[in-house]
């Protein structure tokens, strides 16, 4: 092991990671387009970019010289009381390219953070509606919506996050998991029904992750769904916030996955993608009627003010990545890989062990019949020329968008390998 690595083990904490018997880590030295390098001298492909953020790949030369440009000019400057091209380009973009409705942005630092915001704004925009007694959130079971503790408590509530913190998170209403395309949505919407009967009046908003739970289970349900839930926040006064943190940026194959439901929420998160994967930055978008509603509460304002809010290196290199993204065929990108991943990864439905295999938009995943050894799992891959990082039962791929043919075929042969080597 390098001093580096030795180091790292001693003293870094990673995420989710024990301190006292840390799984191994790798050492990257470079990346560029779908490739990490790594410390041995082997270049793998990166099957998960980065956390759905590296859509365009590593040091694309245009987010590179929009990071240089920004730092050329300033890195950043505070945002009370100052504003900046690079923070209103933005916002200009985001409200573009955004379902219509959604007009006003606040800018945030990580995808927890924005996550964080959109309940303070739920909470608001009730209290300046007149009904401060809702104070609770709705959401399902199954998903993921960050780290902090806001955000915690409407992760799913068994196991994980509410097994760790027993007692401290706020208590938040929950309904089923929604079922997967073409399954029981009649049935989901009663037990829905269910859980709001005595609840409807403390409800504020509903907050679920469109189309796609990501790290609560890499679950895809029915459009329906979504539509059933825009409803509900209709019919009973509750505002519907998406968090789109993993699915926006053409992941599922429209710019927004909610778009793929015709819903519009009054509140949306995202994050990840949103800088092409160079520098955290998130955004929370919110119609008139609740910018104002928040306004109008008894604090006036929106109760939030990071210290690297709107921080122009970011705003900068995220206008660029939007910029990449429409100017370019991303629709036609995400297609192909979509194509490459059902392609090499259907047949290993097939084995014995394997659970599920599904695939939506540029997401790829392969559900076991139990949990994954993540260190096995990584190393087939990475001796099939793959970084992976498969958690629980699933090994899952979601791929850049300009990955090519013939480096997808790597990256579902990646796949394989891990599901392979678990399987014995
Ligand atoms: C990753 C993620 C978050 C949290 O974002 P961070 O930047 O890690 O804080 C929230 N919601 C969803 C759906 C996510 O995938």
């Not at 955004?98 to 925009?125: C, M, N, R, Y």
């Not at 699915?247 to 092409?276: I, N, S, Y």
């Not at 997808?408 to 390998?417: C, I, Q």
């Amino acid at each position: 092991m390098s001093d580096l690595a030795a180091y790292d083990r001693d003293h870094v904490w990673h995420p989710y990671t024990s301190m006292s018997t840390p799984t191994p880590t790798r050492v990257v030295t470079s990346a560029r387009g779908v490739r990490l390098t790594l410390d041995d001298g082997r270049e793998v492909i990166d099957g998960m970019s980065s956390w759905w953020c590296a859509i365009h790949g590593y040091r694309h030369p245009v987010l590179d010289a929009a990071v240089r440009d920004q730092l050329g000019r300033m890195a950043h400057v505070m945002f009370g009381g100052i504003t900046h091209e690079p923070a209103v380009s933005l916002t200009r973009r985001l409200v573009e390219l955004t379902p219509p409705g959604l007009e006003h942005v606040f800018l945030a630092d990580s995808g927890s953070v924005a996550v964080e915001v959109a309940i303070k704004v739920a909470l608001q925009a009730q209290r300046g509606r007149g009904a401060p007694e809702r104070t609770r959130l709705l959401t399902v079971r199954g998903g993921y919506h960050g780290d902090t503790f806001g955000a915690m408590s409407v992760c799913d509530p068994v196991g994980g996050m509410h097994a760790a913190y027993p007692r401290v998170l706020p208590r938040q209403l929950f309904a089923p998991r929604p079922p997967a395309p073409g399954g029981d949505v009649a049935g989901w919407t009663t037990e829905l029904d269910g859980v709001l009967a005595d609840h409807a009046n403390e409800v504020a908003a509903v907050i679920v992750e469109p189309l796609l739970q990501g790290a609560g289970g890499m679950h895809v349900y029915d459009v329906e769904c979504l539509r059933v839930l825009r409803r509900r926040c209709d019919a009973h006064g509750w505002l519907l916030v998406l968090d789109e943190i993993a699915t926006g940026f053409g992941r599922t194959g429209t710019m927004f996955a909610a778009e793929q439901a015709g819903v519009v929420p009054d509140v949306m998160c995202v994050g990840k993608a949103l800088t092409g994967g160079y520098l955290t930055l998130s955004a929370v978008l919110t119609t008139g009627e609740v910018a104002a509603a928040v306004s109008s509460s008894d604090a006036g304002v929106l109760m939030h003010g990071p210290t690297y809010m709107g921080n122009p290196l970011a705003c900068a290199v995220a206008s660029a990545s939007i910029d990449l993204l429409v100017g370019g065929d991303w629709a036609g990108q995400v297609a192909a890989v979509s194509a490459g991943l059902g392609a090499g990864l259907r047949p290993l439905g097939a084995l014995d062990g394997v659970a599920d295999v599904r695939v939506l938009g540029a997401v790829g995943v392969v559900q076991l019949e139990r949990q994954v050894d993540v260190e096995r799992a990584t190393a087939a891959a990475l001796d099939a020329g793959v970084w992976l990082r498969p958690f629980r039962d699933l090994v899952y791929a979601m791929p850049p968008y300009v990955t090519s043919p013939t480096e997808l075929a790597t990256v579902t042969a990646g796949v394989a390998a891990a599901v392979r080597a678990e399987l014995g």
